[in-house]
T-cell receptor, first 116, second 114 residues
């Protein structure tokens, strides 16, 4: 079984400031890692994913995340945020073994609020 | 682009009613999922289906059932709605062998049970 911990439930920042949203996971097997974003009154959309290879992955809207296997972390970063980045962000993991093990386990979400 | 369409954005029902939430995807995906989303709890998996007429329980199946008669359509059924089922419900789909495939989500149905 896997679990995902998003360490901050809310992160307020000012426009053009850098931001880091933290995600740690626990799993007895290797995992794939995802970040999703949910804008108000919408469903979730994929921001980025780590499957293999380079531990630094780049996603849409200028976001990037770094996979750290020793610390079991997958923190999301953006060097300069915009008002339009205000949304809830979810970290998720899935089992690499495949078969019926393709369910996603989500964290509880981090609400990013960008203030002018 | 993958399109996952949920039939209602907002729904108000009464305690004891039988409630149907419908979801349709247009990308021929094998896997479909139903989640509920509650503040502070994130997304929790109710049921998922990996093929027509196939289903598996997720983490919180109690009080719910599902139906998948056609590949593109996945229905969530509340047999006898209760107030604790007031929530946001999200449907998602993904291709087969989906461990490394992202799920595609609909816009959600906000369900209120009075």
């Amino acid at each position: 079984a896997q679990s995902v911990t998003q360490l901050d439930s809310q992160v307020p920042v000012f426009e053009e400031a850098p931001v880091e949203l933290r995600c740690n996971y626990s799993s007895s097997v290797s995992v794939y890692l995802f970040w999703y974003v949910q804008y108000p009154n919408q469903g979730l959309q994929l921001l980025l994913k780590y499957l293999s290879g380079s531990t630094l992955v780049k996603g849409i809207n200028g976001f990037e995340a770094e996979f750290n296997k020793s610390q079991t972390s997958f923190h999301l970063r953006k060097p300069s945020v915009h008002i339009s980045d205000t949304a809830e962000y979810f970290c998720a993991v899935s089992d690499r073994r495949g078969g019926s093990n393709y369910k996603l386990t989500f964290g509880k979400g981090t609400l990013l609020t960008v203030n002018p | 682009d993958v399109k996952v369409t949920q039939s209602s954005r907002y729904l108000v029902k009464r305690t004891g009613e039988k409630v149907f939430l419908e979801c349709v995807q247009d990308m021929d995906h094998e896997n479909m999922f139903w989640y509920r989303q509650d503040p502070g709890l994130g997304l929790r998996l109710i049921y998922f289906s990996y093929d027509v007429k196939m289903k598996e329980k997720g983490d919180i199946p109690e009080g719910y059932s599902v139906s998948r008669e056609k590949k593109e359509r996945f229905s969530l059924i509340l047999e006898s709605a209760s107030t604790n089922q007031t929530s946001m419900y999200l449907c998602a789909s993904s291709p087969v062998f989906g461990g490394n495939q992202p799920q595609h989500f609909g816009d959600g149905t906000r369900l209120s049970i009075l």
